[in-house]
């Protein structure tokens, strides 16, 4: 029975749930100015009926009601003295109707209504009447009491009669402070301010500047003055005080203190400017320590991190001669922030904010993250030996803070600047070893898969530099087999990116081992992996990398002879690139070539042509290398040949002629090409040029041989048939 009970309860609560969800999402909600139109038609309907009961007597009740109703509204569209008005009738009426509880309601809302008009003496009236029925009469009203102290303190404010403010003030404070000031900060603040004033008034200006700083924290701590009850209210009575510090400037640390805080409450660059260097001012005055000064002018300087920054040379100014941790530190953020990194400018700044840290006094996170930059920095510069020397600094920091992420950046990119030392230096044992520490590192951290599938890449890619193509393999293996213990990874397009990357490049080794049956598998395992579902909703960061992960699947698949899967994959590499062609005219040269060369080995002589002309259409914007500009240029012209198209096929079989006899002079291939030539001039006709070309041809093909007899028979051929063709013409007749 308990169990369908709990069944029951449940089934209630779930329905509630999607009753409240279904609410909030799909139930259109009023716009403001929906909510101004209904309210102009309900005080015209109160207009009405107010007339209409006014006609008929002896409805006070519902008057009294209509005109509550009638204030409040205006009350809302800050309309205050009409609101004061209406209400004001409502309180006539409730008094004649003996309606205590309401009339002391209203007598509160008069208080407020009387009070945002400033009508100080008014104020002061209705609190008599106010404290009459709350605490004479012992009428309750929901509405706390401090609010009534802040009124009447406010009034007694502005008549100047700072004693009765600041006694009434400080009552309702001592009220509000006890409920937290975050329950209410309108109020909180509007508290504060006002007793800032009324200190103020009395010169005690601590005191002033104490509960001024309190008003600045709830401000900060809100961080919208939109947020905050009565927020014009308090901007003014804010404002006054500060004008009124300003002027008076009662020189201290708490001062100082506002002012920062009146800069970060500003949006404004120019008011957070103005405040900060007013705050630095007074420091200065107070003789306080330069690394309090200098911080201040790390913030300014912050506002225009780059270029020429004159608040950030005055911070190191300042701290040139300082030492100590609190220095070293503001001098590193200069240097973080406000340089290029590459810059000499940012390295020395690194390097002396290093000098200036006592060595008994090391923090190894930031000291860490500055050696990390320093070695960036020489890396940059390709000065590889300082580099490393400060990449090994950063990895002994950072054995000893145990945030692991950072650690794991960190020590991710030191180990990355000591392969390019290493490398510098040709040292494939130590790239090696340096990639083993780097794997070594992450796992005795026990980092994230993410770090740790970096590390193993590393050691692969050197492994591959060595030729040592099992371990390389091996390596890429143990990424799939990180991600394999945790599927969900998957879900994360880094990892998915990650296992796909590393099947292709298993793929790649195994071709480079002559293993075609793995290599073709793991080329299966990448394209299982790369699906249109799972690439859909990737981020541009990652679908560049997936870009490079197709591409790689279809050169695996066109190693391997598998021509449809391969064409199939440089389209899908097409179709990501075609819609930024200016970025990608090199890459999709080679796509268009790749493609163009599958029809072309399955003489789709039609398709072939489209494709290679597409590639070069790229090619010839992206300063293709000769090689390739000689291989696709014969191709073309082969293309158009099989088409019929035999001048445009001499215009390609030219180029590639012509590029590969001024790169290599006289040899095999040249003298291919030359025959390709010699034989679409002979088509054309044009017998003089056709015999020139083949005869070129047959010369290269006596010297140094030729792999490709049937070709050489057919310039023989060609050649014959000329030489017979030109006997036939008569002489003095001209050559075509």
Not at 321 to 333: L, Q, R, S, T, W
Request: proline content about 2%; some cysteine; aromatic content about 12%.
């Amino acid at each position: 029975m308990k169990k369908y009970i709990l069944a029951w309860i449940l089934t209630v609560f779930v329905f509630f749930v999607i009753c409240f969800i279904f609410y909030f999402l799909y139930v259109p909600k009023p716009k403001q100015s929906d909510i101004k139109i209904y309210e102009k038609e309900t005080l015209k309907n109160l207009e009405t009926k107010i007339l209409f009961y006014e006609n008929t007597g002896n409805a006070d009740k519902i008057l009294e009601s209509l005109y509550d109703e009638k204030g409040h509204i205006y009350r809302h569209r800050n309309k205050y003295s009409e609101a004061y008005n209406s209400l004001q009738k409502s309180l006539i009426l409730a008094q004649k109707n003996n309606n205590k509880s309401h009339e002391l309601e209203l007598v509160w809302f008069l208080v407020y209504l009387a009070s945002v008009q400033e009508k100080s003496d008014l104020v002061l009236s209705l609190c008599d009447k106010y404290k009459d029925f709350r605490y004479k009469k012992n009428v309750n009203f929901s509405m706390p009491s401090f609010a009534y102290y802040y009124h009447e303190g406010l009034a007694h404010l502005r008549k100047k009669q700072i004693d009765s403010a600041l006694q009434n003030l400080s009552q309702g404070f001592k009220l509000i402070d006890k409920k937290r000031p975050l329950f209410y900060p309108g109020y909180f603040s509007n508290f504060c301010c006002a007793l800032s004033i009324a200190y103020l008034q009395k010169k005690e200006f601590k005191k002033s500047i104490e509960y001024l700083n309190k008003a600045a924290d709830v401000f900060l701590s809100v961080r919208s003055v939109a947020d905050i009850e009565f927020n014009k209210e308090g901007n003014k009575l804010f404002n006054n005080a500060l004008f009124s510090l300003e002027r008076a400037n009662p020189i201290s640390l708490d001062l100082s203190s506002l002012y920062q805080k009146v800069a970060e409450i500003n949006d404004n660059k120019e008011k957070f400017e103005k405040y900060t260097l007013k705050a630095i001012e007074v420091l200065k005055e107070i003789n306080e320590s330069k690394e309090k000064i200098a911080n201040l002018y790390y913030k300014l300087g912050a506002l225009k991190p780059y270029g020429p920054n004159k608040y950030f040379d005055k911070c190191i100014e300042i701290l040139k001669d300082v030492k100590g941790k609190d220095a070293a530190e503001i001098v590193y953020k200069v240097a973080c922030a406000g340089y290029d990194e590459k810059s000499k400018k940012s390295l020395n700044l690194l390097i002396l904010s290093l000098k200036k840290l006592p060595s008994s006094d090391k923090n190894p996170l930031w000291v860490a993250r500055a050696c990390q930059l320093i070695a960036y920095c020489y890396n940059e510069r390709k000065e590889w030996q300082k580099s490393a020397e400060y990449a090994n600094k950063c990895l002994e920091l950072i054995k000893r803070n145990n945030k692991v992420n950072i650690r794991s950046t960190l020590a991710s990119d030191c180990y990355s600047f000591l392969d390019d030392f290493y490398n510098s230096q040709g040292d494939l044992k130590k790239r090696i070893k340096n990639a083993k520490n780097a794997v070594k590192f992450m796992l005795d951290i026990k980092t994230e898969p993410i770090s740790l599938n970096m590390a193993y890449e590393q050691l692969a890619k050197v492994y591959k530099c060595a030729g040592e193509y099992s371990d390389a393999e091996q390596s890429y293996r143990k990424i799939v087999k990180v991600i394999h213990t945790n599927p969900k990874l998957r879900e994360n397009e880094a990892y998915l990116e990650q296992e796909i990357n590393a099947f292709c490049q298993i793929g790649a080794l195994c071709l480079l081992q002559k293993m075609n049956k793995k290599a073709l598998l793991a080329f299966n395992a990448a394209k299982k992996l790369l699906t249109d579902k799972n690439i859909s909703g990737l981020s541009e960061l990652f679908l560049s990398e997936i870009l490079g992960d197709i591409i790689n699947i279809a050169d695996g698949y066109y190693e391997l002879d598998q021509d449809t899967d391969a064409e199939k994959f440089y389209l899908k590499a097409v179709a990501m690139l075609v819609s930024h062609p200016e970025k990608y005219h090199k890459l999709l040269g080679f796509l268009y070539y790749r493609i163009g060369n599958i029809a072309f080995c399955r003489k789709e002589w039609q398709k072939a042509k489209l494709n290679f002309e597409k590639s070069w259409d790229n090619a010839s914007k992206a300063e293709l290398d000769t090689d390739s500009l000689i291989v696709l240029s014969s191709k073309l012209s082969i293309c158009y040949r099989k088409n019929k198209q035999f001048a445009k096929g001499l215009k390609f079989a030219l180029v590639a002629y012509n590029e590969q006899k001024n790169k290599y002079g006289d040899n095999l291939q040249t003298g291919i090409y030359a025959a390709g030539a010699g034989s679409l001039y002979n088509c054309l006709d044009q017998d003089k040029n056709a015999l020139k070309y083949l005869e070129e041809a047959r010369q290269i093909f006596k010297k140094y041989g030729s792999d490709k007899p049937s070709l050489e028979l057919k310039v023989l051929q060609y050649l014959k048939e000329l030489k017979e063709k030109n006997k036939r013409n008569l002489p003095g007749t001209s050559q075509n």
